[in-house]
C-alpha cells in the first residue's frame, strides 16, 4: 500500500509564495518519478512538475521561472516552491508517483488527497 501526504495549501496574495511538500510512504520502487499536477474547477486534470529520483525534471511552460521542484529522493518527499503566484495558479494541487517494478513492465501510479492553493488578486 503506497500513501501520499501533502501538506502546504493556502490562501495567498497575487506575487506570494508558497512551498508544497509530499511524503509518500509504502511499497515504492526505488526508481521513481514524483511529481505535481493541479485541476482547476471546470479543467482537466494537468501536470505542473514532476522529477525523477536521478533528479532529471519537467516543468510545464506557464509555471517555468516561477516554481521549482525537488526532492529528498532518499526519503521520496517532494516539494513545489511556488513563487510570484497568479491568479491563474488557482486549483486543487496533488501528488503523484509513478513507477514500474521492471523495466516495460506495468506503470503502478499514485495520488494524493490534493491541496487548496488559492490566489486572489
Not at 509518500?24 to 499536477?37: K, L, P, Q, V
Not at 521549482?68 to 513563487?83: K, W
Not at 491568479?87 to 487548496?116: H, K, M
Request: aromatic residues 10%; proline residues 2%.
Amino acid at each position: 500500500q503506497v500513501q501520499l501526504v501533502e501538506s502546504g495549501g493556502g490562501l495567498v496574495q497575487a506575487g506570494g509564495s508558497l512551498r508544497l511538500s509530499c511524503a509518500a510512504s509504502g511499497s515504492i520502487f526505488r526508481y521513481n518519478t514524483m511529481g505535481w499536477y493541479r485541476q482547476a474547477p471546470g479543467k482537466q486534470r494537468e501536470l505542473v512538475a514532476s522529477i525523477t529520483t536521478t533528479g532529471n525534471t519537467n516543468i510545464v511552460d506557464s509555471v517555468k521561472g516561477r516554481f521549482t521542484i525537488s526532492r529528498d529522493g532518499a526519503e521520496n518527499t517532494v516539494y513545489l516552491q511556488m513563487s510570484s503566484l497568479k491568479p491563474e495558479d488557482t486549483a486543487v494541487y496533488y501528488c503523484n508517483v509513478r513507477f514500474s517494478w521492471i523495466a516495460g513492465g506495468l506503470v503502478n501510479e499514485y495520488w494524493g488527497q490534493g491541496t487548496q492553493v488559492s490566489v486572489s488578486s
